[in-house]
Nanobody
Framework: QVQVVESGGGLVQAGGSLRLSCVASGSISSIEAIGWYRQVPGNQRESVAITTGGSRTNYADSVKGRFTISRDNAKNTVYLQMNSLKPEDTAVYYC?????????????WGQGTQVTVSS
């Protein structure tokens, strides 16, 4: 059974940093694409950063220069390093992984992790 589990959220002061982790477990061949999203209650989920199979990463304008996606293929783990955090970054953060299982690719979402940035 494949699972995607997030961790790393928490409370941080403005200007601080957090690193979110997203671990995929189970019979996975590879991680084809990575997406990090966030959602504030009452708002739509928005894209923060997306890495496609070609390793090109697109960041939302609001996080460019502050957030960075990285990955450890050996651990089937992806990260979102968030620096210079602002109160407006407060949201529930979700990872979305496109996992290659056998000969097919499937999309999995993490359970979400709360990030709260105090001013």
């Amino acid at each position: 059974q494949v699972q995607v589990v997030e961790s790393g959220g928490g409370l941080v002061q403005a200007g601080g940093s957090l690193r979110l982790s997203c671990v995929a477990s189970g019979s996975i061949s590879s991680i084809e694409a990575i997406g990090w999203y966030r959602q504030v209650p009452g708002n739509q989920r928005e894209s923060v950063a997306i890495t496609t199979g070609g390793s090109r990463t697109n960041y939302a304008d609001s996080v460019k220069g502050r957030f960075t996606i990285s990955r450890d293929n050996a651990k089937n783990t992806v990260y979102l390093q968030m620096n210079s955090l602002k109160p407006e970054d407060t949201a529930v953060y979700y990872c979305n992984l496109h996992l290659v299982i056998g000969t097919k690719t499937y999309s999995y979402w993490g359970q979400g992790t709360q990030v709260t940035v105090s001013s």
